[in-house]
C-alpha cells in the first residue's frame, strides 16, 4: 500500500517541489490550494499522474479528505511581502485557523504533520546568526505582523497538540528559497533582479543594500524538509543556506550572471526590513544530517534559465512594483 500525503498549498511555489518529491519517493499525494496565490500551471504535469489528486479548497474552512492520511505538509500561505501586505487578513486566517483545521485532520487520521513555518519568526534578529533557541524581535503590528505572528502562532498550536494530544509534529523554520516556479511579480528579490534584467529595466535594491539575505535552492530545501518530516524530532529546526549575502553584492552578482547593461537603483527600505538574516544550521546538520549542496552560482543559472522561458507579454506584464508603496505607516 502506497503511503498517503496531503499537501496544502500544493499549487505554490515550495508545495508544487514538493508533490513532485512525494510522487517521486512513490507517495499517493493529494494537493490541496485556493488559488490566491498558487498557480495550477506549477503541478499541471502531475494532473496525468494517477498518483496525485488535487481539492480546490480553502484550508481556512473545515478540511475533509476521504479515507486514511499518513503525512500531511502545511505549506498554504502566501509568502512574499507584496501579498500579504495586499491580502493580510487571509494570510492571518491560514496560518491560524488553516493550521488548526490541520492538526485536527491530523488528530483525526492519525497522520504526522509539518509545518512551514518561517525565518520571519525571528524578525529584525538581534541575534546572529539565527539559531531555534532565539526568540526574535518582531513587530506585532507592523506591516510583517500579519505574516510573522500567523507563523508565530502556527508553531505554538502545532506544540500544543504534540504536548496535548501527542500529535506526531515537525516545525521547519525556512529561510529565503529560490529557484524555478517563483512567481516573476511576487516582488521577491530574485524573481525581481530577473525579470528587470530580462526586461532592461535598472535592478532597485530597497535602501542602501546593506542588509543581508542567506539564499537556499529549493533542491537542497526539499531534501531539507523531506528528512525532516522522516525524523521524530519535534521542536523546530531551521532549513536554509547559511552563505550570507547582502543584496547590494547581490545585485552585482545578478548583473555579472545575466550580462545586463542596466545599473542598480536604490529605493526606499520597507518598513521593518530585517536586516541581517542567516540561518544556523548545525541541528539540521546534526539531527537530520543535512546542508545544502547546490552553490549559488548553479541554482541562479537554472533558475535564469527557467525565466528566460517567459514570454515578452508575461514579462511585461510582471514589471515590477515597488512594495513598499503598498505600506500604510
Ligand atoms: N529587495 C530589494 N529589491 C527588490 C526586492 C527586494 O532590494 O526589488 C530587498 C528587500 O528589501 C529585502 C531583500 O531584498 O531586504 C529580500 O527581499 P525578499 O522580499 O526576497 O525576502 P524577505 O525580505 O522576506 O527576506
Redesign the pocket.
Known sequence: MKKKILITGAAGFLGSHLCDRFIAEGFKVIGMDNLITGDLKNIEHLFQNENFHFYHHDVTKFVHVPGNVDYILHFASPA??IDYLKIPIQTLKVGSLGTHNLLGLAKEKNARILIASTSEVYGDPLVHPQNEEYYGNVNTIGPRGVYDEAKRFQESITMAYHRFHGLETRIARIF?TYGPRMRLND????P??LGQALRGEDL????D?S?T?SFCYVDDQVEGLFKLLMSDYSLPVNIGNPNEIS?LDFAEEIIKLTGTQQKIVFKP??KD??MQ?QPDISKAKEILGWEPKITREAGLKTTFEYFKGFSKEELLKSE?KNFSKHIRK
Open positions: 512574499s511581502p529565503n516582488g521577491r528579490v530574485i525581481a533582479f532597485t535594491v530597497f535602501g543594500g542588509q539575505r543584496i527600505l520597507p526590513d530585517p538574516r515590477h
